[in-house]
């Protein structure tokens, strides 16, 4: 198991709440009267892990000087689920199942607010591949307040392969292009789906493309070219809300 520091109220609460089997201590600064972190200690306590608190030197040490609060959490990294893990979760989601694809997100602010966005809309799983994306960091935990312990992230060898493996399951893949000619809006997205986004700059790869089922655009009739990936990832994701009427 792989150990790293979460930092910051948000992340060490989100940890609290859906995987307190996993942190293994919590250090807060020496003379914090922050109410926000007084609650999450006495939390802590409750579930049995353990609190101390310690100079702001060294939780500035800890957290490699990101902005930590005055509170970080010693976690236990899980082990990352991989395409062995799809079929299980395709089966327990049924007609439901919503898959985040992400072909080469590296940007950890990016990733974080993508799982955010999946998470709130009740995705099944967020795929990324395992050579060509950020993983999680304390950057991206912090940034998905939370979401990396409420939606699955499975780590893929081949990208390409796995892609065409949602297909032969039934999952209907669309990718999000901007040169495509159909809007998303005209396309349906109520069954099994899978929501392709490409990485910052590049967009999909060649093969990732290919495996699409279909390619559709985010209108915008103004005059911004393009959207970041998180901002087009939560449109497509909460289009697909809408059209299930609501629930994922």
Same mark, same amino acid.
């Given at each position: 198991?792989?150990?790293?520091?979460?930092?910051?109220? &948000?992340?060490?609460?989100?940890?609290?709440?859906?995987?307190?089997?996993?942190?293994?201590?919590?250090?807060?600064?020496?003379?914090?009267?922050?109410?926000?972190?007084?609650?999450? #200690?006495?939390?802590?306590?409750?579930?049995?892990?353990?609190?101390?608190?310690?100079?702001?030197?060294?939780?500035?040490?800890?957290? !490699?000087?990101?902005?930590?609060?005055?509170?970080?959490?010693?976690?236990?990294?899980? !082990?990352?689920?991989?395409?062995?893990? #799809?079929?299980?979760?395709?089966?327990?989601?049924? +007609?439901? !199942?919503?898959?985040? @694809?992400? +072909?080469?997100?590296?940007?950890?602010?990016?990733?974080?607010?993508?799982?955010?966005?999946?998470?709130?809309?009740?995705?099944?799983?967020?795929?990324?591949?395992?050579?060509?994306? @950020?993983?999680?960091?304390?950057?991206?935990?912090? !940034?998905?307040?939370?979401?990396? +312990?409420?939606?699955?992230?499975?780590?893929?060898?081949? #990208?390409?392969?796995?892609?065409?493996?949602?297909?032969?399951?039934?999952?209907?893949?669309?990718?999000?292009?901007?040169?495509?000619?159909?809007?998303?809006?005209?396309?349906?997205?109520?069954?099994?789906?899978?929501?392709?986004?490409?990485?910052?700059?590049?967009?999909?790869?060649? #093969?990732?493309?290919?495996?699409?089922?279909?390619?559709?655009?985010?209108?915008?009739?103004?005059?911004?070219?393009?959207? &970041?990936?998180?901002?087009?990832?939560?449109?497509?994701?909460?289009? @697909?809300?809408?059209?299930?009427?609501?629930?994922?």
């Amino acid at each position: 198991m792989r150990e790293h520091w979460i930092v910051g109220i &948000n992340p060490v609460a989100g940890a609290l709440a859906n995987d307190p089997a996993r942190v293994r201590e919590i250090l807060v600064e020496q003379g914090s009267h922050n109410p926000r972190t007084a609650e999450l #200690l006495e939390e802590a306590r409750r579930l049995g892990v353990r609190v101390h608190a310690r100079p702001r030197a060294m939780l500035d040490k800890l957290s !490699a000087h990101a902005r930590h609060q005055g509170i970080v959490a010693n976690y236990e990294v899980p !082990a990352a689920k991989s395409e062995y893990d #799809l079929a299980a979760l395709l089966e327990a989601s049924g +007609d439901a !199942a919503l898959f985040l @694809v992400l +072909d080469g997100v590296t940007d950890p602010h990016n990733l974080g607010a993508c799982l955010r966005s999946a998470a709130a809309a009740g995705a099944t799983a967020v795929i990324i591949p395992k050579d060509r994306a @950020v993983g999680i960091t304390p950057v991206v935990r912090r !940034a998905s307040a939370g979401a990396v +312990d409420r939606v699955p992230l499975v780590e893929v060898t081949n #990208l390409a392969r796995t892609l065409r493996e949602l297909k032969q399951a039934g999952v209907w893949l669309t990718g999000l292009a901007g040169e495509a000619e159909a809007s998303l809006y005209d396309v349906d997205v109520k069954g099994k789906v899978a929501l392709v986004m490409g990485g910052e700059g590049e967009g999909m790869r060649r #093969l990732t493309r290919e495996a699409c089922d279909h390619l559709a655009r985010i209108p915008m009739p103004g005059a911004t070219e393009s959207l &970041n990936v998180s901002v087009a990832t939560g449109i497509a994701l909460f289009e @697909v809300v809408r059209q299930r009427g609501g629930k994922s």
